[in-house]
């Protein structure tokens, strides 16, 4: 490797909304706040709900034909 050519690399703190901090190397250094983290995301969390497009729909058409 090249030498004077790579970023010098920081440790950075992140910050979850959540209250979850962690540490990391990164050329930024510093804080860095975090909307979600691996512990508060839904697809992480288990708490993910998908529903396939059609079932999408059929609600969004069941619905029109109430508010009538």
Do not use: D, W
């Amino acid at each position: 490797m090249k030498k004077g050519i790579h970023p010098e690399l920081k440790p950075t703190t992140f910050v979850c909304g959540c209250g979850n901090t962690f540490t990391l190397l990164s050329t930024k250094g510093g804080t860095v706040y975090l909307e979600t983290c691996n512990r508060c995301h839904p697809f992480y969390t288990g708490k993910l709900k998908l529903k396939p497009a059609f079932l999408v729909l059929q609600e969004q058409m069941e619905g029109k034909g109430k508010e009538k």
